[in-house]
C-alpha cells in the first residue's frame, strides 16, 4: 500500500470502526522512553529505566506452545517482489495521531527484515510521545532496550529474518516473535501507555532491507484494525518529510526463514 493510501485507510477506519477511533503506530520492541519525533528520539533516556527490568529473565525463550499463542498468529510475513531498502543514516517516521487503546487490546508489528547495518530500530511512540515501542537489532541479537542488554532472542545477519512484536495493553509487556523462537514477556520501559501515534524506523551503519509490514490493533473480541501495511512495491514520500525506505529488488543470496 503506498503512503497516500494510508488516508483513506484512516478514513475506513472511522467510517465502520464501532466506537473506537483508531490510527496509529508501528514498529516493534516495547519499552525504551524518547520523547517523540527523530529529532527528540533519545536512546540514552531509554536506559534510565533499564536497570528496572534487569532482573526480569529474558534469557530463556520459551516454546511457540507454551506461549499459547499459536491460534493468533497469521501467515509468516515473508519478503516478496520488491523490498524497502533503508541505508543509513536513515529516519522513517510517520505520524497518525493519538490513538486510544482498551485494556484487552494488543499492538503487533509482523514484518520481514534483513539488516546488514549496525543497529537498527523499528517501532513507534505511544499517545504520550515515549518510543515505548521498539525493537533494536544489533549484532545478531534483539531486544527493546539499547544497549542490548542479552540474547534474549537473536536473528541471522545477513539474512531475512520473520518478527512479530506484541505489546499488550492489559500487562504491560511484550513478546517477540522471531523465526519461530518466542520470548519470555519483557515489561514495558514506561508503564500506562494505552494509545499509540507513530511508526518509526532508524538505521545506523549500514543498511537494512524490510517487506511485508504490517501494524495493526488486535481486539479482546479477536477482530483486527490495520494501521500501517506495506510492501514496498512502490512507496510514496513519507506524509512528515521523513526518509523512507527505497523499492528495491531484495538483495540476492539472502537465505529465507523457514516458513518463506
Ligand atoms: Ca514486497
Not at 529473565?57 to 499459547?68: E, H, K, M, N, R
Not at 504520550?128 to 521498539?134: D, G, K, L, M, N
Amino acid at each position: 500500500m503506498k503512503h497516500d493510501a494510508k488516508g483513506l485507510l484512516i478514513l475506513d477506519i472511522l467510517g465502520d470502526g464501532p466506537a473506537r477511533v483508531l490510527f496509529v503506530v508501528a514498529l516493534a520492541g516495547c519499552g525504551g522512553a524518547g520523547e517523540g519525533g527523530f529529532d527528540r528520539l533519545n536512546n540514552d533516556a531509554a536506559t534510565a529505566d533499564r536497570d528496572d527490568h534487569a532482573a526480569a529473565d529474558l534469557t530463556s525463550p520459551v516454546s511457540d506452545a507454551s506461549s499459547g499463542r499459536d491460534a493468533e498468529l497469521r501467515d509468516p510475513a515473508c519478503p516478496s517482489g520488491h523490498v524497502g531498502r533503508a541505508a543509513a543514516p536513515f529516519e522513517w517516521y510517520e505520524y497518525w495521531g493519538p490513538t486510544s487503546l482498551a485494556d484487552g487490546d494488543r499492538v503487533i508489528y509482523d514484518f520481514s527484515i534483513l539488516p546488514a547495518s549496525d543497529l537498527t530500530l523499528v517501532g513507534g511512540d505511544d499517545d504520550r510521545s515515549y518510543t515505548e515501542f521498539q525493537s533494536y537489532f544489533e549484532a545478531g541479537r534483539v531486544d527493546d532496550y539499547y544497549p542490548i542488554r542479552g540474547a534474549e532472542v537473536t536473528y541471522v545477519e545477513g539474512a531475512w529474518n520473520l518478527v512479530e512484536a506484541d505489546f499488550r495493553v492489559a500487562s504491560q509487556d511484550c513478546v517477540f516473535r522471531i523465526n519461530n523462537v518466542t520470548s519470555q514477556p519483557h515489561p514495558v520501559a514506561e508503564p500506562g501507555f494505552a494509545g499509540i501515534e507513530t511508526f518509526r524506523m532508524h538505521v545506523w551503519g549500514g543498511t537494512t532491507y524490510i517487506d511485508s509490514l504490517t501494524v495493526r490493533v488486535a481486539h479482546a473480541d479477536e477482530t483486527d484494525d490495520v494501521l500501517l501495511e506495506e510492501d514496498f512495491e512502490e512507496i510514496a514520500p513519507s506524509g512528515t518529510g521523513s526518509d523512507v525506505p527505497d523499492s528495491v529488488d531484495p538483495p540476492a543470496g539472502a537465505s529465507l526463514p523457514e516458513g518463506c
